[in-house]
């Protein structure tokens, strides 16, 4: 559940003000990890708010092509979809964001849009610090959903995705996604996000952090190091990264990732197995531009023996 934009993608490098020309895709952490699953073969809903506009329509469209299902996604009739701008980095640094989100239709999103009963179909809920960021509503939305689902019994996994500008400061962020994850079973920061969030310094206080605080599994992402995990039965290791030859585009490679665990998990497989499915799937998204164009099909996950 959460926002998606559009996205103007920048077709050469440079400050955003200079470029004049770019390309159209969506943009969304929420609808990134939706994709990536459905493409795995997984049924997904996806709950948001679009604006009546071409933006709107065409975020819908591009989504349920993917196969996701947007029958909880509303239209707002007086508020506008939001879209964002980025630019095309040319040494594998991030490259340069300007939203144009404020007052969107998905800020509006609050406990009011989540439908309970199409909620528990689930088996599984993903959420992201972003959502909680929108809006005071649309925080107290994947409070609300978090506890709704894991009380029935449902699976929760939790991603930071820390996106300081949407904040009013430090704290409040800080403050409200250590409130989310205390409802998650699945913890999934970056190593930077870790540090902010708990003042820890390392992999496996970060992760023991979070498991003192109720989570059943925390996996610690490091860029090219890979990846730790940490379960509450004990469980832990280091799963090394892929080698990415080149690196094109940073944005939806934490996503990506995220697609790797929890698809791995609701198939059964071991922590060691989802590290190492999510870091292959993390590489693809690194080497290519747009935040969803490197999530793999089935078939290509199958053909690294990754399944």
Do not use: C
């Amino acid at each position: 559940m959460g926002e998606t934009m559009a996205l103007l993608v920048a077709q050469e490098p440079g400050p955003l003000a200079e470029v004049h020309s770019f390309s159209k895709r969506i943009a969304g952490a929420d609808t990134n990890v939706a994709i990536g699953l459905a493409r795995l073969g997984f049924k997904v809903g996806w709950v948001s708010r679009l604006g009546s506009d071409s933006f709107g329509s065409y975020v819908r469209k591009t989504v349920e092509a993917e196969g996701v299902d947007t029958s909880q996604v509303e239209t707002d009739p007086q508020r506008s979809t939001g879209f964002m701008l980025k630019s095309r980095s040319v040494d594998g640094s991030d490259p340069s964001i300007e939203y144009y989100r404020r007052g969107s239709a998905a800020s509006q999103l609050s406990v009011a849009h989540l439908n309970t009963d199409y909620a528990l179909r689930a088996r599984h809920v993903h959420t992201t610090g972003i959502t909680p960021a929108l809006s005071p509503a649309a925080r107290e939305l994947v409070a609300h959903a978090m506890q709704t689902l894991r009380t029935a019994g449902r699976s929760v996994s939790f991603d930071p995705n820390l996106r300081p500008s949407l904040w009013p400061d430090t704290a409040t962020m800080r403050n409200t996604l250590n409130d989310l994850a205390r409802h998650a079973d699945w913890v999934l920061p970056g190593i930077e996000e870790g540090k902010l969030l708990t003042g820890q310094s390392t992999p496996a206080d970060i992760a023991a952090w979070y498991l003192d605080r109720g989570a059943k599994a925390v996996v610690i992402k490091q860029g090219a190091k890979g990846a730790y995990f940490h379960t509450a039965s004990g469980e832990q290791g280091q799963v090394p990264g892929v080698p990415v030859p080149v690196v094109v585009d940073t944005v939806g490679a934490g996503d990506a990732f995220a697609v790797g665990i929890i698809s791995a998990q609701l198939e059964g497989l071991g922590w060691p197995q989802a590290l190492r499915r999510a870091n292959w799937i993390a590489s693809r998204a690194l080497q290519v531009v747009g935040d969803m164009e490197g999530l793999p099909t089935r078939a290509e996950l199958s053909a690294q023996n990754l399944e």
